[in-house]
């Protein structure tokens, strides 16, 4: 069985990773040719890019701490937004896929290495949020609950 304490600094490393590699990703992207389409997109350095990380990192901080002082309604909070994380990971993965195809192949090489290493994190967001619900709900203790 592990001990309580180890699961709480599992989660918060995978957790601390994950929102690192999301807010590389989402960094990625706005780097990257996508950020041109659309008034409302985030490009890197304007207001919007910020407030948009502020409140990526608010939506993983806020739970993480209701987490770690036991309140009971975070750890489900969390995988619902973990969830979440995984539906627009898997969404953004699939946009920019969708973009390559058709993107202009005379971009400058930058912002097709910023495509592809947006494309990557993703892939990456999606596997450390899995490992996330490994972690955070272990076979022994959904048996142990039953």
Known sequence: MVH?????RKVLIV???SAFLYC???LCISLSP???IGENTSQFGNGSFFYTLVIVLIA???PLIGY????YIAKYIMAFLNGFG?????SIIMALMIFSVFADPNINQLSWIMLILAIVLGVGVVIINIVWYYIM???EDIQKAI
């Open 137 to 139: 709900f272990k076979k």
């Open 4 to 8: 309580v304490d180890e699961r709480k």
């Open 86 to 90: 995984i539906f627009v990971a898997l």
């Open 34 to 36: 996508i950020s041109q």
């Open 15 to 17: 957790t601390g990773i």
């Open 68 to 71: 770690y002082n036991d309140l």
């Open 60 to 62: 993983y901080a806020l």
């Open 24 to 26: 590389l990703h989402f």
